[in-house]
């Protein structure tokens, strides 16, 4: 049976931070996970919040969403709770790979 990977992500919502952060996993690594978890955590505003959504479409990506500004230990948490993967790599934004 094969291992299952998977990364957590959480993330204040700059989205500026989190696009530079995205194109690297879209470039260099998602191949090396089944699944990325990103928690956004981010009361910013609702057009920009959509906006990271949007870009965050992509089918290894699961997005778990708070509207309000969240420490890591709790988001995850919430991302240990949601994840059935085998193995876990956490990640921040300011993390280039």
Not at 8 to 36: A, C, H, R, T
Not at 54 to 77: C, M, T, W, Y
């Amino acid at each position: 049976m094969a291992v299952t990977k998977a990364a957590f992500l959480p993330s204040p919502g700059d989205p500026y931070v989190l696009k530079f952060w995205f194109n690297f996993f879209l470039k260099v690594w998602q191949d090396e996970m089944d699944k990325l978890y990103v928690h956004l955590n981010s009361p910013i505003e609702q057009p920009v919040y959509d906006c990271m959504l949007k870009f965050l479409e992509h089918p290894k990506v699961e997005i778990i969403q708070k509207r309000i500004a969240n420490d890591h230990g709790p988001s995850i948490k919430d991302m240990l709770l949601k994840s059935e993967e085998d193995l876990i790599m956490l990640i921040e934004d300011d993390a280039i790979i």
